[in-house]
């Protein structure tokens, strides 16, 4: 899309091609904001998503299956291929081309993270509980010492001030 607005702003020669990238970057834009589900663990939407996967789950399997993904961003990437200012999102079309080519071929798909239902959960404590809190052992729990000697730990380590 910036190389689109480059050679549209300079009026190069083939701007026209130019002005097909920035609509080709506005709909890739638009296509690729919404975040995937994650097969394992938690998957965090971006902010501002849902608006963006409602439109692009309204098209169903076209936008969902790689296969069709991956023959979108080459077909896109090729015009993009005739103007200098445009060359590199025409490269990074191809490859994300590849890599959907490849998602696609070990049977990945996109899932769209739709917000969930917050259940309401009951309150787990109601009564305070009956038992006290598990102490230590009597004979290890610390004695109050009027002396401070016989009160302090031994520490094996001496500790002199001038060694």
């Known amino acids: ?6 050679g549209v702003a300079g009026q190069f020669r083939g701007w026209q091609f130019a002005a097909y990238g920035i609509a080709a970057g506005v709909f890739v834009c638009l296509l690729e904001y919404p975040r995937g589900k994650k097969n394992k663990g938690t998957s965090v939407a ?8 409602v439109c692009v789950k309204s098209f169903g399997p076209v ?10 961003h080459a077909a896109l990437c090729v015009p993009a291929g005739f103007m200098l200012a445009t060359v590199l999102g025409c490269v990074c079309l191809g490859i994300s081309s590849l890599i959907y080519l490849t998602a696609a071929i070990r049977g990945e798909h996109w899932e769209p993270i739709l917000p969930r239902q917050e259940a309401r959960k009951p309150e787990s404590i109601k009564n305070p509980p009956m038992n006290p809190p598990p102490r230590p052992p009597a004979e290890t729990r610390r004695k109050r010492v009027d002396d401070l000697e016989d009160a302090a730990y031994v520490n094996p380590i001496s500790v002199t001030a001038n060694e």
């Open 1 to 6: 899309m910036t190389g689109g607005i480059v």
């Open 63 to 72: 936008t969902r299956n790689y296969y069709v993904r991956a023959f979108l």
């Open 46 to 53: 971006r902010t501002g998503q849902y608006c963006f996967t």
